[in-house]
């Protein structure tokens, strides 16, 4: 008798749940979350190559929730600012990482975004590793309000062979698995005792990357399946290497691991690596939410040499293809396919490389930093008389020496000058004070409103340089950092659990897939400027979820 009123409640729950239309239950959270990033991938390679794929990529956006339009909402659209925008759901006014490598003011020296030289690390060779960490991101990835807020913790893994997109996608508080490759060599922050990195690194020591010493990099589709005439010019083959397919891997020891890390053979690598790392640590059976988060760098390295035209972009990605089909299997098999979600997106994108848009009569070419930089010491010593005033210039930002920016804003026709001078120069298409953008000035302009989300006091340029588009300040056959479509347009791909495919036209940034994915694996990132794609979040009845809109 005494269950009876318990048991009516409950019947009594049902049925109203019935009679409105809503959900009996919350949708189950993912066991496993896996962010993919494809440094330099732009996202009209999709309707560029997208033939030429038939595994992983075709899968993720045929079967996925594709976002077309989105594009990063800032200026400095590089991959230490990607990655930690896609670890946080913030952009690099919140987070703090601008650039690759900023100018440190008080020490007045190039400081790396992951520069810690107190930091201990090492390598599966056991040889002297140079330190990095990410101290310097200055508010929460999702790795760690997952580990923050789910109990049991997840279990995180983070790799790629640039440090700074492992360590950023780790988040403040590291992982259980953090890797990437340097100087011929695997290399993670200092394990605590009893941690799964020895093991993994025992699968490094039995899978070497000098096993790839004698393989050749061929084209691995006929040749007319490739886009485009394989044009030469601007490209900047590795030595070694002619302008053109096939390039050997074989050479002297540092040269072999430059032209690995230059060919898609180390992104297949990394896919493997990801595989057994995933099932070492049973990502996805912990009984918690797991995150797996894979940069795969090759593309990047790629496409700065030789171009987003050329064939060797087009096989890095059929190669991807591949590699990223195998690892969906694995995890397939060892997680379950309805069990895990997946978000693809890259860090920027890239330019085209300017002497070809020239021949193809596109206003196009190239500055140099060091010559933007003497245009504004001359025009300030006109002015102030002979001196130093520029401390450096990285791509868009530009520091001035200690004092120098103090004595321009008591000196406005100093200033003028100084100005006059940039946006003078060909290939600049604007310039804007560092303090105006803190002040939230000029927000009106889209360019100074992207200059302005990616503007961090202390660490930004004191004057930030826009160069025109398809002018670039770089001597590299291509490259990227500004807000131009080319290079902040990228994929955002969400496939898997709670995700309801299809093709989106709604504005969507990278910063998206944080509080997206958050969202899938119910906790909360307090600090996030991008919303929840709730367009493509399904409920537990299968309608589209109606998620709180964070953006700010």
């Known amino acids: 008798m005494s269950r009876t009123p318990a048991l009516h409640r409950a019947v009594l729950a049902v049925l109203l749940a ?15 979350v896996v962010l993919l990033v494809v440094d330099q991938f732009r996202t ?60 440190e003011r008080d020490s007045q020296r190039a400081v790396t975004c992951t520069h810690d030289e107190r930091a201990a690390v090492e390598n599966h060779k056991g040889t002297r590793a140079r330190a990095h960490s990410s101290r310097r991101l200055l508010i929460p990835a999702l790795a760690d309000e997952l580990r923050a807020q ?19 996608m780790a988040g403040q508080g590291g992982g259980d698995v953090v890797m990437w490759f340097e100087d011929g060599a695997w290399t993670w922050p200092s394990p605590a005792a009893g941690s799964p990195m020895s093991e993994v690194a025992a699968w490094l020591r039995a899978h070497p990357v000098e096993a790839d010493r004698d ?27 002619g302008p053109a397919l096939p390039h050997p891997l074989a050479g002297d020891r540092p040269g072999f691991y430059t032209r690995w890390e230059h060919s898609p053979f180390a992104d297949e690598y990394l896919a493997r690596l990801a595989v057994h790392a995933a099932s070492r640590l049973s990502l996805g059976r ?8 894979v940069s795969f760098s090759a593309l990047d390295r790629i496409g700065h040499k030789l171009g987003p035209r050329s064939h060797e972009v087009q096989d890095a990605l059929v190669r991807l293809d591949a590699a990223l089909g195998a690892l969906l299997d694995a995890l397939d098999r060892q997680v379950g396919p309805d069990r895990y979600v997946v978000a693809l997106s890259s860090d920027h ?31 300030l010593s006109r002015v102030l008389g002979p001196g130093r005033y520029v401390a450096k210039l990285f791509y868009t930002d530009l520091y001035f020496a200690p004092g120098v920016m103090d004595r321009l804003r008591a000196n406005p026709g100093a200033m003028k000058a100084a100005l006059d001078a940039l946006r003078s120069t060909p290939g600049i298409a604007a310039v804007y004070r560092g303090d105006e953008l803190a002040r939230g000035l000029h927000r009106a302009d889209p360019l100074a409103l992207a200059a302005s989300r990616g503007y961090f006091p202390g660490r930004s340029g004191d004057l930030i340089v826009v160069p025109r588009a398809n002018w670039l300040l770089s001597t590299a056959a291509a490259t990227h950092g500004t807000a131009h479509p080319y290079d902040a347009g990228v994929p955002v791909v969400l496939a898997g659990r709670g995700i309801r495919p299809g093709t989106y036209l709604t ?31 399904e409920s537990a009845s299968g309608a589209s979820a109606r998620l709180p809109d964070r953006r700010r």
Not at 286 to 293: I, K, M, Q, V, Y
Request: glycine residues 8%; positive net charge; aromatic residues 6%.
């Open 507 to 537: 504005g969507a940034t990278p910063a998206d897939i944080a509080p997206t994915l958050a969202a899938l694996a119910g906790v909360r990132l307090p600090r996030a400027t991008g919303r929840v794609l709730s367009e493509a979040v």
């Open 44 to 103: 009209d390679y999709i309707e560029r190559y997208a033939a030429q794929w038939s595994r992983g990529l075709e899968r993720l956006v045929d079967r996925g929730a594709w976002f077309r339009r989105a594009a990063y909402p800032y200026l400095n659209t590089v991959t230490c600012a990607g990655h930690a925008t896609l670890a946080t759901g913030a952009v690099p006014s919140v987070h703090g990482l601008v650039l690759n490598e900023w100018w």
């Open 286 to 293: 912990s009984g918690s939410t797991d995150l797996l988060a």
């Open 215 to 241: 393989r050749i990099w061929q084209r691995s589709l006929p040749l007319d399946r490739y886009l485009y005439d394989d044009d030469p010019t601007g490209k900047q083959p590795l030595e070694g290497w």
């Open 150 to 168: 789910l109990k049991p913790s997840p279990r995180v893994v983070s790799l790629s062979m640039k440090a700074r997109s492992a360590l950023m």
């Open 18 to 32: 019935l009679l409105i239309g809503a959900p009996s239950a919350e949708p189950q959270r993912p066991t496993l």
């Open 349 to 379: 994108g890239v330019s085209e490389v300017p002497e070809q848009q020239q021949r193809a009569g596109v206003d196009a070419g190239r500055m140099k930093s060091g010559d933007v930089a003497s245009r504004v010491e001359a025009a």
